[in-house]
């Protein structure tokens, strides 16, 4: 399936062709995809008591330990990144959940 990104002036396309299938499916890109979540990510950071600083390091971030890092210190996630960040994600809630 290809996919066409859906933020405003990006052409981006991804994806594998598939025999007999024309057009595109929607979605965002790996670049505006991170972009989106900025101010979610960036409030959720400060929840923490961390800084703010999410996308703001410009590929050079030391806080390897921190939630978001497996999306804010790569150009072009990945679908490893996305699943790193959803564990680091699922592991935040357990121990916010139980008090930790």
Aim: charged fraction near 25%; include cysteine.
């Amino acid at each position: 399936m290809l996919y066409k990104c859906i933020w405003e002036g990006c052409n981006r396309v991804w994806g594998e062709p598939e025999p007999g299938e024309e057009g595109f499916s929607h979605g965002l890109c790996p670049i505006h995809s991170r972009v989106a979540f900025t101010e979610i990510f960036r409030r959720l950071q400060q929840k923490e008591g961390n800084p703010d600083c999410y996308l703001r390091c410009y590929g050079n971030c030391p806080r390897h330990w921190c939630t978001f890092y497996p999306l804010c210190a790569i150009d072009e996630p990945g679908p490893e990144h996305v699943a790193e960040l959803e564990m680091r994600l699922t592991a935040r809630n357990l121990s916010v959940q139980k008090g930790f």
